[in-house]
């Protein structure tokens, strides 16, 4: 069974840095791609960005790139999200999932089977 589990996020000042964390159990947390998505309130998911399995290659939406730094760490079975200069419209539920089979260059939420339950960022001016 593969079990994700959000944390990190908070209320901040827009401008701030802040690191998401999301704690993976299970053996396909080493093997396959994951990534990052988020959701406003009344919006649709989106994609935020997504890590390779093995070859640590990365993919960061095109609008968060220079923002947004995603990276695991496979000793701790985590995966991070490094958000720099918050924005207001940051603000939305940040969910991290896994992609059981497939590349990580995938940016849509149906090619990913297993999400956690997410961490709220909320970013005020």
């Known amino acids: 069974q593969v079990q994700l589990v959000e944390s990190g996020g908070g209320l901040v000042q827009a401008g701030v840095s802040l690191t998401l964390s999301c704690a993976a159990s299970?053996?396909?947390?080493?093997?396959?791609?994951m990534g990052w998505f988020r959701q406003a309130p009344g919006k649709e998911r989106k994609f935020v960005a997504a890590i390779s399995g093995f070859g640590g290659a990365t993919l960061v939406a095109d609008d968060l790139k220079g923002r947004f730094t995603i990276s695991r760490d496979y000793a701790k079975n985590t995966l991070y999200l490094q958000m720099n200069s918050l924005k207001p419209d940051d603000t939305a539920v940040y969910y991290c999932?896994?992609?059981?089979?497939?590349?990580?260059?995938?940016?849509?939420?149906?090619?990913?089977?297993?999400w956690g339950q997410g961490t709220q960022v909320t970013v005020y001016s």
């Open positions: 299970g053996r396909t947390f080493s093997s396959r791609a």
């Open positions: 999932a896994l992609r059981q089979a497939g590349t990580f260059t995938s940016t849509l939420p149906h090619e990913y089977e297993y």
